[in-house]
T-cell receptor, first 113, second 113 residues
Framework: GENVEQHPSTLSVQEGDSAVIKCTYS??????FPWYKQELGKRPQLIID?????GEKKDQRIAVTLNKTAKHFSLHITETQPEDSAVYFC????????????FGGGTRLMVKP | DTEVTQTPKHLVMGMTNKKSLKCEQH?????MYWYKQKAKKPPELMFV???????INESVPSRFSPECPNSSLLNLHLHALQPEDSALYLC????????????FGSGTQLSVL
C-alpha cells in the first residue's frame, strides 16, 4: 500500500518568514495530493491540492510543488502569520471507488509573533 | 451547504455501553468515510461507503459497525469498546471519482472508560 513520509514533525518560524513542509510517497500510481490544516480541536480543512499532471499550484500565500519522478511534494507558506499556526498534513491517493487518502505524520507549525 | 455535520461532539461511554455516532451531509456526495484520529497523529481510514454500499473496511474490529441508511447519512454503531478506542472520530464525504476533495466533519471526541 501507499506510505507517506512527512518532514519536519515540528517547525517554528518567525512571523513574516517562509515555511516549507516536505512529503514523499511510495506508490507511483498515486495521482492526487492534498494538504490539510488542522487547528487544535478542529476538523482537518483542505487548504490546497495538486494533481499528478501539474507541477506547481499557488493560492495567495500558499503554494504546492510536485516532483513525480522523485515522488515528493512540498507545501510552501510565505509571509507567515500567527494564525497559520496549526498541524499540517499531506496526503496521497489514487482515484478509485472512494478517496482512500493516506496521510503523512503531520507537521506542527508554530509562527512566533 | 458545504458542511459535514457530526453528532454528538463529545461522548463518554463505558465498555459495556452501546452508542452511535451520526454524520450528515447535503452536498450530494455519494462517498462517505469514517476516520479515527488519535492525539497528535494523522487520521486513519476505517470505512468507505460508495453509493450507500460498504466498499472498504480497513480491518476494523467488529465492535465498530457502520451503517449508511441513505445518501446523506452515515452512522457508526459502537459496542463493547475498549479504552484504547478513545479518539476523535471524523466523518468525511466526497464525490465518487473525478474531483476527490474530501470534506471533513468536526468529529466526535470519544472517551471510553
Amino acid at each position: 500500500g501507499e506510505n507517506v513520509e512527512q518532514h519536519p514533525s515540528t517547525l517554528s518560524v518567525q512571523e513574516g518568514d517562509s515555511a516549507v513542509i516536505k512529503c514523499t510517497y511510495s506508490d507511483s500510481a498515486s495521482n492526487y495530493f492534498p494538504w490539510y490544516k488542522q487547528e487544535l480541536g478542529k476538523r482537518p480543512q483542505l487548504i490546497i491540492d495538486i494533481r499528478s499532471n501539474v507541477g506547481e499550484k499557488k493560492d495567495q500565500r500558499i503554494a504546492v510543488t510536485l516532483n513525480k519522478t522523485a515522488k515528493h511534494f512540498s507545501l510552501h507558506i510565505t509571509e507567515t502569520q500567527p494564525e497559520d499556526s496549526a498541524v499540517y498534513f499531506c496526503a496521497a491517493s489514487k482515484n478509485n471507488a472512494g478517496n482512500m487518502l493516506t496521510f503523512g505524520g503531520g507537521t506542527r507549525l508554530m509562527v512566533k509573533p | 451547504d458545504t458542511e459535514v455535520t457530526q453528532t454528538p461532539k463529545h461522548l463518554v461511554m463505558g465498555m459495556t455501553n452501546k452508542k452511535s455516532l451520526k454524520c450528515e451531509q447535503h452536498m450530494g456526495h455519494r462517498a462517505m468515510y469514517w476516520y479515527k484520529q488519535k492525539a497528535k497523529k494523522p487520521p486513519e481510514l476505517m470505512f468507505v461507503y460508495s453509493y450507500e454500499k460498504l466498499s472498504i473496511n480497513e480491518s476494523v474490529p467488529s465492535r465498530f459497525s457502520p451503517e449508511c441508511p441513505n445518501s446523506s447519512l452515515l452512522n457508526l454503531h459502537l459496542h463493547a469498546l475498549q479504552p484504547e478506542d478513545s479518539a476523535l472520530y471524523l466523518c468525511a464525504s466526497s464525490v465518487v471519482g473525478g474531483d476527490e476533495k474530501l470534506f471533513f466533519g468536526s468529529g466526535t471526541q470519544l472517551s471510553v472508560l
